[in-house]
């Protein structure tokens, strides 16, 4: 299994600001996910991320919202612009296709 | 359209009781994937099994148990004498197809599990 980290693991941002989440696996992956999980519910997926590729996003999340990089095969990062309360979440990435495994999560509080 | 639903929002059981997990899912696909992760009160979700629609063997590993039932779109989950240390929120989760695109993971609400001492 791949072994990933992001950054940062948790953080508290003011309304209307952005932030940058990372994330890294340490070896080369075709396809990176993003998931939103909102306090006490399910992990929805916001979008795929494939490296050389635009991020394919899912019903409801939009790019300008949510960009999403992929500059190499063990990188990705999601960005959560123009921040409101309702975006306090966990955000969690993973990898891989038969088995995804999951990052620790970036728990994401907006004031 | 897929769908994963865990009728059981919370369970709590004594410590050694056996407990089971419920999951239905509904997809169009003949062939998919269905999953059961752990979340932990870390929160890091831990990825428990991956099973095959064409493979409906049961399978056990140690304490845990998984039931694929194709007939009635079941994929139930059994811990057996549970633990304090198996309280966690259980989702299982179904996928398309493994060619591009089909790879997400359509989630389950969970059910949170707390096994009482």
């Keep these: 299994s791949a072994v990933i980290s992001q950054k940062p693991s948790r953080d508290i941002c003011q309304r209307g600001t952005s932030l940058t989440i990372q994330c890294q696996v340490d070896s080369q992956v075709t396809m990176m996910f993003w998931y939103r999980q909102q306090p006490g519910q399910s992990l929805t997926l916001i979008a795929t991320a494939n490296q050389g590729s635009e991020a394919t996003y899912e019903s409801g999340f939009v790019i300008d919202k949510f960009p999403i990089s992929r500059p190499n095969l063990t990188f990705s990062t999601l960005t959560v612009s123009n921040m409101s309360p309702e975006d306090s979440s966990i955000y969690l990435c993973s990898v891989g296709r038969y088995e995804q495994f999951f990052g620790p999560g970036t728990r994401l509080t907006v004031l | ?117």
Excluded: H, M
């Design chain 2, 1 to 117: 359209a897929q769908k994963v639903t865990q009728a059981q929002t919370e369970i709590s059981v004594v410590e050694k009781e056996d407990v089971t997990l419920d999951c239905v899912y509904e997809t169009r696909d003949t062939t998919y994937y269905l999953f059961w992760y752990k979340q932990p009160p870390s929160g890091e979700l831990v990825f428990l099994i991956r099973r095959n629609s064409f493979d409906e063997q049961n399978e056990i590993s140690g304490r845990y148990s998984w039931n694929f039932q194709k007939s009635t779109s079941s994929f139930n989950f059994t811990i057996t004498a549970s633990q304090v240390v198996d309280s966690a929120v259980y989702f299982c989760a179904l996928s398309g197809l493994f060619n591009f695109g089909n790879e997400k993971l359509t989630f389950g609400t969970g059910t949170r599990l707390t096994i009482i001492p």
